[in-house]
C-alpha cells in the first residue's frame, strides 16, 4: 500500500496536549503545535491500521482516499487531543466516524429508492464450498451501515461492546441490537450454507 499524504496548512496551536513523555507523545505534542514532520511520523505508524479499517468498512477503491481522508482531519483537529485518551484511540474514533460519515453519504446518493437492508435480502446467496468466504464478504458489504460498523468493531476488530458504544456515539444495547441484526441478516444471506460459514460460531453475543 503506498498513500501520499498531502497536509492542508494551519493556524499553530501553541498549546501542546498535556502527555506523558514517549517518543510517539512527544510527536503528538510537536505535531499539535505544528510541526509536520512530527505528524508524518504519527502517520507512518498508524497509517496501515487506519487503512486496513477503511478497507473493511467501505470497499478497496476507497480505503486509500479515506484513509487520507482520515489524516487530514487528525491534523486539523489534532489542537484538540488532550491525550485523556491513547493517540491511537483518539485517532481510532476519529477515523471510524468519518468513515461512518463518508459511507452514509455514499449510501445516500447510491440507494435514494432502495434501502440497502433490502438489497442484502433480495441477493442471492452462493452455493455452498470455497465460495462462501467470498460471499460473507459481499454480504456484510451490503449490510445497513450501523449493522455494518457494530459487526466489524465486534467480529472483526474485536472491540467490546461498551468500547463500541464510545465510538460510535450509542448505547451497548444498541450495539447489541446492531450486531444481533447483522448477524441475522447474514445468516438469512448465507443460508442454507450458514451452519458451514464462520458466523455460525459467534451466535451468542460476546461480552
Same mark, same amino acid.
Given at each position: ?8 496548512t ?7 496536549p498535556?502527555?506523558s !513523555?514517549?517518543?510517539?507523545?512527544? &510527536?503528538?505534542a ?8 512530527a ?19 467501505? &470497499?478497496s477503491?476507497r ?5 487520507q ?8 483537529k489534532?489542537?484538540t487531543f488532550?491525550?485523556e485518551?491513547?493517540?491511537?484511540t483518539?485517532?481510532h ?5 468519518l468513515?461512518?460519515?463518508q459511507r452514509?453519504? &455514499?449510501?445516500t446518493?447510491?440507494?435514494r429508492?432502495i434501502?440497502d437492508?433490502? !438489497?442484502?435480502?433480495s ?6 464450498g470455497?465460495?462462501v468466504?467470498i460471499d ?5 458489504d451490503?449490510?445497513p451501515?450501523?449493522?455494518?460498523a ?26 447489541k441490537?446492531?450486531?444481533h441484526?447483522?448477524?441475522?441478516l447474514?445468516?438469512?444471506?448465507l ?5 458451514t460459514a ?6 451468542e453475543?460476546?461480552?
Open positions: 500500500m503506498s498513500i501520499s499524504l498531502t497536509m492542508p494551519r493556524a499553530l496551536n501553541l498549546e501542546a498535556a502527555l !513523555q514517549s517518543p510517539e507523545s512527544d &510527536d503528538v510537536r505535531a499539535a503545535r505544528g510541526d509536520a514532520l505528524f508524518r511520523r504519527l502517520y507512518e505508524g498508524h497509517k496501515d491500521r487506519v487503512f486496513a479499517l477503511a478497507r473493511r468498512m467501505t &470497499d477503491d480505503a486509500a482516499e479515506l484513509t481522508d482520515v489524516f487530514v482531519r487528525a491534523w486539523q489534532l489542537g488532550r491525550g485518551a491513547r493517540f491511537s483518539w485517532l474514533r476519529l477515523a471510524v466516524n468513515i461512518l460519515s452514509a453519504a &455514499d449510501a446518493r447510491r440507494w429508492f434501502g437492508e433490502a !438489497q442484502l435480502e441477493a442471492p446467496a452462493r452455493p455452498s470455497r465460495e468466504g460473507l464478504e459481499s454480504a456484510i451490503r449490510l451501515s450501523g449493522a455494518r457494530v459487526f466489524i468493531l465486534h467480529d472483526v476488530e474485536g472491540h467490546k461492546h461498551e468500547e463500541i458504544g464510545r465510538l460510535l456515539g450509542i448505547s451497548t444495547g444498541t450495539t441490537a446492531q450486531l441484526r447483522a448477524r441475522m447474514l445468516r438469512r444471506h443460508e442454507p450454507t450458514a451452519s464462520p458466523l455460525a460460531a459467534t451466535e453475543p460476546r461480552r
